[in-house]
């Protein structure tokens, strides 16, 4: 965050008991992800806001911070009557890049910050105590090395909780009109009300059409 936004930042944070105004617009904001920087313009009466690949990388940077904010209770630099439960979905091309949400189960120990949250806040680092961090079977075990404060259980779903159109998605099957996927379909379709594992299964082979 840049040094203007953060005094803005604090000046609002250290002024809220004081009161404040909510003004209005017709904005729209414009994610560039070619360019850095920031520019606004008016068409229409309408006011257009570009932010630039740099801020984009800060806003999603900001986004634990955000996540704690809303689930965390930390008077008194909030106030949460109903803490929030926060789902996040994290996907990565490779396994070395660790999940930034994992670090709200540990107090920040950054000296400098915790200065200034105790002479400006007058507050104490706090940790989020239930996180649970869902992981495919097979990394399970890994995890739990990798993260030995934080519930790690298995990534699953009950097949009776699919319907035909989440079965032709996960068999990347959708639009795909050939004769084994049009007789799933019948079978799913005959068996909507039920529909499992032990009901596909069994019905494939026995399962019979007038092209074979």
Known sequence: MGHASRAAAHALLDNLDDGYALRFTRSGLIFDLAREG???ELDDEVE?????SDLITELINAIPTL????????PPVNELPRPLATVVFRYSRTMYYAPEFTSMARPND???????LKERYGAEPQALSDVLLLAPTDQVADR????PGIDVQPLAFSSAELQASHWRFLMGAVGNQSMYIRQLTRIMK???????????MPG???SSDPAD
């Open 38 to 40: 920031t520019n606004s």
């Open 48 to 52: 257009f806001h570009r932010i630039g």
């Open 67 to 74: 996540i704690e904010m809303v689930s965390l209770p930390a």
């Open 110 to 116: 950054d000296q400098a910050q915790l200065q200034v």
């Open 144 to 147: 739990r090395r990798e993260f």
């Open 190 to 200: 005959a068996n909507r009300n039920n529909l499992n594992l032990g009901i596909i």
């Open 204 to 206: 494939s082979p026995a």
